[in-house]
T-cell receptor, first 115, second 114 residues
């Protein structure tokens, strides 16, 4: 069965620090990969997604993620975080040829930024 | 467009009570979903609907029923609420077409079952 692992449950950083949130998935076939963000009191929003092509994906608000197929990873990065990046971040994966219902979400990583 | 809307935003129930969570989207999407979000467990799919009149079970369907009477609306019903159903419930919809994998989420319904 597919699964998504986010090993960092809570990350605390100072402003301007660099960010990397880990995401690993277990599925041997072709996948679509997503990162969603949930700001406090708000609903989930799509940050970025990978379907095919360049494994380095640029998203909104300066975020990027790199798909490394050999490592089954899709880590989220940002060179310099801001206080406004405080949120919960969810990685998600879908097998390319399964129905859209089979999007599996990770358990989330809470990011706290110290001003 | 309002996007995906959910009502109510908050609800407190006693064990055994029933209620229906409403979800509507005005984006003409075919697929709609109900998730629950619990601390440390991420989002888990309860039910989904690929089109009007069709519904299928997700990961955690027990204790829930859904109804997709038209394209816009997808409701989630708890017939006899239990404390284990205390959660935040998110509805989502997805546009049609190949590669259209982006899901649009509603603002959520925070449900507490006492």
């Amino acid at each position: 069965a597919q699964s998504v692992s986010q090993h960092n449950h809570h990350v605390i950083l100072s402003e301007a620090a660099s960010l990397e949130l880990g995401c690993n998935y277990s599925y041997g076939g072709t996948v679509n990969l997503f990162w969603y963000v949930q700001y406090p009191g708000q609903h989930l929003q799509l940050l970025l997604k990978y379907f095919s092509g360049d494994p380095l994906v640029k998203g909104i608000k300066g975020f990027e993620a790199e798909f490394i197929k050999s490592k089954f990873s899709f880590n989220l990065r940002k060179p310099s975080v801001q206080w406004s990046d405080t949120a919960e971040y969810f990685c998600a994966v879908r097998s390319r040829y399964s129905s859209a219902s089979k999007i599996i979400f990770g358990s989330g990583t809470r990011l706290s930024i110290r001003p | 467009n309002a996007g995906v809307t959910q009502t109510p935003k908050f609800q407190v129930l006693k064990t055994g009570q029933s209620m229906t969570l409403q979800c509507a989207q005005d984006m003409n999407h075919n697929s709609m979903y109900w998730y629950r979000q619990d601390p440390g467990m991420g989002l888990r799919l309860i039910y989904y609907s690929a089109s009007e009149g069709t519904t299928d079970k997700g990961e955690v369907p027990n204790g829930y029923n859904v109804s997709r009477l038209n394209k816009r609306e997808f409701s989630l019903r708890l017939e006899s609420a239990a404390p284990s159903q205390t959660s935040v419930y998110f509805c989502a919809s997805r546009p049609p077409g190949a590669g259209a994998d982006t899901q649009y989420f509603g603002p959520g319904t925070r449900l507490t079952v006492l």
